[in-house]
């Protein structure tokens, strides 16, 4: 039953106010036990929240600000009052296809998966290469709570100075999908980015999926006068 109500929330069926418990009942042929079990579960993970005498809410909170900062996506989170979380999937040395290659200018890269977590929820699916060096520095910590641009500046001595950012539309892996618990035909967003230091060193070519429905983006323009 849990499954099935966080299926509907993440795909943007259910949208503020959820269904009641004896629409829920009707609609998956449960017992009253069992939607009530799976609601309270979406309670105790932040997905959901109660609100006396109106019903069941959705409480997930788009995650804003992620333009025009070079921030860590645990930066973003804490921001939005949220907990972040991470979880390491893959570390290895692999060589790079012929497109990093072009991209970050190395031939072997330190690579690392995690999934990353906003209130216990997977939010996104992120994908580091860093010069062999630094990744053996940073596999030394604890990368399921550490954040990357945290250790980078304050235990490895290296400053993220600047940033290039590519953000589209794309479809995530049947394997990435299963680890969001998503479907596979969910719209992503797709983030590319690479980072330089201060002295134009390459540091970070990161390659990330996160849930569309988790982000929204704010941006102040003006037009000038001619």
């Given at each position: 039953?849990?499954?099935?109500?966080?299926?509907?929330?993440?795909?943007?069926?259910?949208?503020?106010?959820?269904?009641?418990?004896?629409?829920?009942?009707?609609?998956?042929?449960?017992?009253?036990?069992?939607?009530?079990?799976?609601?309270?579960?979406?309670?105790?993970?932040?997905?959901?929240?109660?609100?006396?005498?109106?019903?069941?809410?959705?409480k997930l909170r788009p995650i804003n600000d992620w333009?025009?900062?070079?921030?860590?996506?645990?930066?973003?989170?804490?921001?939005?009052?949220?907990?972040?979380?991470?979880?390491?999937?893959?570390?290895?040395?692999?060589?790079?296809?012929?497109?990093?290659?072009?991209?970050?200018?190395?031939?072997?890269?330190?690579?690392?998966?995690?999934?990353?977590?906003?209130?216990?929820?997977?939010?996104?699916?992120?994908?580091?290469?860093?010069?062999?060096?630094?990744?053996?520095?940073?596999?030394?910590?604890?990368l399921n709570k550490e954040a990357f641009y945290e250790?980078?500046?304050?235990?490895?001595?290296?400053?993220?100075y600047a940033a290039e950012q590519i953000i589209k539309?794309?479809?995530?892996?049947?394997?990435?999908?299963?680890?969001?618990?998503?479907?596979?035909?969910?719209?992503?967003?797709?983030?590319?980015?690479?980072?330089?230091?201060?002295?134009?060193?390459?540091?970070?070519?990161?390659?990330?999926?996160?849930?569309?429905?988790?982000?929204?983006?704010?941006?102040?323009?003006?037009?000038?006068?001619?």
């Amino acid at each position: 039953m849990k499954h099935e109500i966080e299926e509907k929330i993440f795909n943007g069926e259910y949208i503020g106010k959820i269904p009641s418990e004896r629409e829920l009942m009707d609609e998956y042929y449960v017992s009253r036990s069992t939607v009530r079990e799976g609601i309270a579960q979406l309670v105790r993970e932040g997905v959901l929240e109660k609100r006396p005498g109106r019903g069941t809410f959705v409480k997930l909170r788009p995650i804003n600000d992620w333009l025009g900062n070079l921030s860590s996506t645990s930066e973003i989170i804490e921001r939005m009052g949220m907990t972040p979380g991470a979880k390491l999937i893959e570390h290895n040395i692999i060589e790079l296809s012929d497109s990093l290659h072009e991209l970050t200018g190395l031939k072997d890269a330190y690579y690392f998966k995690r999934i990353r977590y906003a209130n216990n929820i997977p939010i996104g699916i992120e994908k580091h290469y860093y010069p062999v060096n630094i990744g053996q520095e940073l596999i030394k910590f604890d990368l399921n709570k550490e954040a990357f641009y945290e250790l980078l500046e304050h235990k490895i001595g290296i400053k993220p100075y600047a940033a290039e950012q590519i953000i589209k539309s794309n479809k995530v892996s049947m394997e990435d999908a299963r680890l969001l618990g998503v479907s596979p035909t969910l719209s992503m967003l797709n983030a590319e980015r690479k980072i330089t230091d201060i002295d134009n060193n390459f540091v970070e070519f990161e390659n990330a999926f996160y849930r569309s429905d988790m982000y929204s983006f704010k941006i102040n323009l003006s037009r000038k006068s001619n």
